[in-house]
């Protein structure tokens, strides 16, 4: 608990750091056996990047170090809830463990609401704001055929 605390502390400088620099109040550092190997902030308008959320820059850093995808031993310290978005990523790198500080009622009360996107993942796409369209006609199944009858594939 007090390792947590102090990589908590660190994700939140990270976080005054980021707004120092431009970047926005957001901050993640990625831990694996009790040492620190990625520390990022929000630098969505810094890069005009959209996905560059503190957490999902904190994963590819990460991964990168690790040269893995897979960060199951990881835990990730951020300064605030997880968006929608970087809790997508979140478990598609496999971390198992997410401490935090803030959560979205504090982000949205800093102008930063996910309840849209919250919303909306729970609506079936015909129904959402965003038009989905799907085409069933189009030869997109053959990618899977071709996937599913690769051996030595790496699922994940």
Request: hydrophobic share 35%; charged share 25%.
């Amino acid at each position: 608990m007090e390792n947590d605390k102090l990589f908590l502390r660190r994700a939140i400088e990270t976080a005054t750091i980021g707004i120092s620099d431009g970047g926005g109040p957001f901050g993640s550092v990625i831990v694996k056996d009790g040492r620190i190997i990625s520390e990022a902030f929000n630098r969505v308008v810094l890069n005009n990047d959209p996905t560059a959320h503190a957490e999902v820059l904190a994963i590819r850093q990460a991964s990168s170090v690790l040269r893995s995808h897979d960060l199951s031993e990881c835990t990730i310290y951020s300064s605030c809830e997880p968006c929608p978005m970087c809790l997508g990523a979140i478990y598609w790198s496999g971390i198992k463990k997410v401490v935090y500080s803030c959560d979205r009622t504090d982000a949205e009360n800093a102008g930063f609401s996910d309840k849209l996107i919250y919303d909306e993942i729970m609506l079936d796409p015909s129904k959402r704001k965003v038009s989905f369209i799907r085409l069933t006609d189009s030869e997109g199944k053959e990618v899977f055929r071709k996937w599913n009858g690769m051996e030595n594939k790496v699922t994940y």
